[in-house]
């Protein structure tokens, strides 16, 4: 009798282990990689199904100019958490206990959202790594901070397959002279997770300038870029890039799929393909105008013929961004 039980409980834990790394399963290529994350997990469907996925590609000719669309709101005081390499992503998550949780608003959100996390997207060559492409072009890298609707869900679990569930800031990530030096508080960490699984970490990080200095942003409604791929995602991608040292780039490409014993592949290239729009709309509050007029002045409407154009930026690596040139990555022609 108590054979059985030991072996009805060695299954049992067996099934659970399989059930549980469903969530360590997936990668960025291969069989496991994204076209067929869907597949792996039924749970995961809209990955191969889903019609307002994540990432995309932004048109700058077909950008919607909306001019009810505010500024983003974000709190400014210093979060804790843990740094960890999840195998897929360098991720940090913010301590659930933290009594002042950082709060997202405005900007195009009808809910307040709780900050809950950051994902850190980037190449191993300069040419690829973010995840979002604005007119084609992709950038070293790209962070992601998301949130979940607070005033709806009690955490980011329920959330993020729940209807306007999660909010998804975008930082396009670019190689230059670093533009905060409270970016370094991550960065400096980034040898203390070499290998999956391994987690450090950071107090006292102030989010809030961590953030472009620009309000100007484009928004659309899309999903997480990770599986399940829920499409319960409000995308904010800021106008402006943040920057990154060379040295810092050298250290994240360091990092490891596997463990310490067996690495396996570099982190790196962990960006999602971009998606089809499939008639979705990117809708913008870049309202440069030539007389600097504030924009209430212009009596604006959505009907208005703007035409966007993406910044050129330079192809070679050996260029290195100034932050002082402060390039916005899109800007308008009239
Ligand atoms: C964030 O929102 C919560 C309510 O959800 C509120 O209690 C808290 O004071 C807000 N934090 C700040 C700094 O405004
Ligand atoms: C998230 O909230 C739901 C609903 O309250 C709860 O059942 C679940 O245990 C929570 N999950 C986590 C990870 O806290």
Not at 91 to 113: A, C, M, T
Not at 211 to 232: A, D, F, I, R, V
Request: hydrophobic share 35%; aromatic share 12%.
């Amino acid at each position: 009798m108590s054979q059985w039980l030991l072996i009805l409980t060695i299954i049992f834990i067996n099934v659970k282990d399989i059930s549980g790394s469903w969530e360590e399963w997936w990668t960025y290529d291969g069989i496991s990689g994204p076209g067929f994350w869907g597949l792996i997990n039924p749970q995961w469907s809209m990955c191969n199904k889903g019609r307002r996925q994540s990432p995309i590609n932004i048109e700058p000719d077909k950008l919607l100019f909306d001019p009810w669309l505010r500024d983003v709101q974000f709190d400014k005081h210093k979060v804790s958490g843990m740094l960890q390499n999840t195998g897929q992503s360098l991720v940090f998550r913010v301590e659930k206990d933290s009594k002042h949780q950082v709060n997202i608003s405005g900007g195009p959100l009808s809910y307040r959202y709780q900050f809950e996390e950051i994902y850190f997207h980037y190449g191993l060559e300069d040419n690829r790594g973010s995840e979002h492409q604005i007119d084609h072009h992709t950038f070293p890298g790209e962070i992601q901070l998301y949130g979940f609707n607070k005033e709806l869900y009690h955490n980011m679990s329920e959330a993020q397959h729940k209807s306007q569930g999660v909010v998804g800031i975008s930082l396009m990530v670019q190689i230059g002279e670093p533009t905060n030096k409270e970016l370094r508080i991550i960065t400096s960490a980034f040898n203390k997770v070499m290998f999956r699984g391994s987690s450090y970490p950071i107090r006292n990080l102030p989010l809030s300038t961590l953030l472009p200095n620009t309000q100007q942003y484009l928004t659309y409604e899309g999903s997480t870029t990770h599986p399940g791929c829920w499409e319960t995602a409000v995308w904010i991608i800021f106008n402006k890039p943040i920057y990154i040292s060379k040295q810092e780039m050298y250290a994240i490409r360091r990092l490891m799929q596997g463990s310490q014993l067996t690495p396996k592949a570099p982190l790196g290239n962990n960006a999602r393909p971009v998606q089809p729009l499939h008639h979705r709309t990117v809708r913008t509050n870049i309202n440069f105008n030539k007389q600097g007029l504030p924009a209430s002045n212009n009596c604006p409407d959505m009907y208005r013929n703007m035409h966007y154009t993406a910044t050129q930026w330079p192809r070679e690596h050996s260029m290195r961004y100034r932050s002082t040139e402060d390039l916005a990555m899109l800007s308008m022609i009239n």
